[in-house]
């Protein structure tokens, strides 16, 4: 098993980094790199809505990114001590509803075979769990 993690300031200016991370770990596996664009914009959009809605802007929190790949299945697990998530809450607005944004949710789901908020740990709130089977 291939795993990797990074830690990181949870701010839209570290976007950029967290995408090449993913970018660089999936370009290990074969397998992975068909699905490289997609991985890589579902942690994307997940990553940009723990820094909107968790932190809702303030600049001092962290995410955690982890990574792997095992048995033709890649997981990563994203966690942060924002606001806690209410999964009830979570909806992605209707695909027809034709403007820019709120389209995140929609993509994360279409893309990973599973997406599951847990609480992790005393250290962390908020855990986002996504899986994709190869």
Not at 1 to 14: G, P, Q, S, T, W
Not at 27 to 40: A, M, P, R, V, W
Request: charged content about 30%; hydrophobic content about 40%; proline content about 4%.
């Amino acid at each position: 098993m291939e795993d990797a993690r990074l830690d990181i300031l949870a701010v839209a200016d570290n976007l950029k980094e967290i995408r090449s991370f993913v970018r660089n770990f999936v370009s290990k596996f074969e397998k992975l790199n068909l699905h490289s664009d997609e991985l890589i914009l579902a942690i994307d959009e997940a990553c940009q809505n723990v820094i909107r809605h968790a932190y809702k802007g303030r600049s001092d929190g962290n995410i955690s990114i982890a990574i792997s790949f095992k048995d033709n299945e890649f997981l990563v697990s994203i966690e942060d001590d924002g606001t806690p998530v209410i999964p009830e809450k979570i909806k992605p607005r209707d695909i027809d509803d034709i403007k820019p944004g709120g389209l995140g949710t929609f993509f994360i789901n279409q893309i990973m075979d599973s997406v599951a908020f847990t609480l992790t740990s005393p250290h962390w709130v908020n855990c986002l769990t996504m899986r994709k089977k190869i």
